[in-house]
């Protein structure tokens, strides 16, 4: 069963636009969320976390948005740039779990 | 780059030969991993350490056996390869599920 649930499963962008990638969880226990960004080549790398005593965090052009009551969380990445492209992995994690539980990826494209 | 290595980086190898990889890291960080990423599938845990030879599975443990003796040390082990388990492997280090995971550059394994 796929703790974490994530779409779309590839994105194209035009440079400048908006991208939003979409997760959503089960288990109401995780409180951890963080989302990595994959390059090709590459091992995933941290790129931000929210935890859900805020129900946004912003670090420069990426933003995650996080509503509890929905059990749902995406990543913003605003004015797109073809740098930014790359496979985008949502996670979560909680009390009493040894392990991060990943989304199945979405790979996003940024034309110019 | 957070000290992690993975070795090798490449690998071909028969159908039913046993393989070993290697995972390294010089940061002292308790939990090591190891997840198999597929098209379609995201990262998905294999298993996981929680520190010397204290070791568990993931959802795709089949197949595969894990070793820790040294806490900078994580093997993982194909006892007798298939060619559905020709994948990409990554290496993950982290101070806890709750916090950032650190991911080597991956062993891509091809069984033929």
């Known amino acids: 069963q796929q703790q974490v649930k994530q779409s779309p499963q590839s994105l194209i962008v035009q440079k400048g636009g908006i991208s939003i990638i979409n997760c959503a969880y089960e288990?109401?226990?995780?409180?951890?969320f963080p989302w990595y960004q994959q390059f090709p080549g590459k091992g995933p790398a941290l790129l931000i976390a929210?935890?859900?005593?805020?129900s946004e965090k912003k670090e420069g052009r990426f933003t995650i948005s996080f509503n509890k009551s929905a059990k749902q969380f995406s990543l913003h990445i605003m004015d797109s740039q073809p740098g930014d492209s790359a496979t985008y992995f949502c996670?979560?994690?909680?009390?009493?779990?040894?392990?991060?539980?990943f989304g199945t990826g979405t790979r996003l494209t940024v034309i110019p | 780059d957070a000290g992690i290595t993975q070795s090798p980086r490449h690998k071909v190898t028969e159908t039913g030969t046993p393989v070993t990889l290697r995972c390294h890291q010089t940061?002292?960080?308790?939990?090591m991993y190891w997840y198999r990423q597929d098209p379609g599938h995201g990262l998905r845990l294999i298993h996981y350490?929680?520190?010397?030879?204290?070791?568990d599975k993931g959802e795709v443990s089949d197949g595969y056996s894990v070793s820790r003796s040294k806490t900078e040390d994580f093997l993982l082990t194909l006892e007798s390869a298939t060619s559905s388990q020709t994948s990409v492997y990554f290496c993950?280090?982290?101070?806890?599920?709750?916090?950032?995971?650190?991911f080597g550059q991956g062993t891509r394994l091809t069984v033929v």
């Open positions: 993950a280090i982290s101070g806890g599920p709750q916090r950032e995971a650190f």
């Open positions: 288990n109401t226990a995780f409180d951890y």
């Open positions: 929210i935890r859900p005593d805020v």
């Open positions: 996670a979560a994690s909680g009390p009493g779990a040894n392990n991060l539980f």
């Open positions: 940061e002292n960080h308790r939990y």
């Open positions: 350490s929680y520190g010397v030879k204290d070791t």
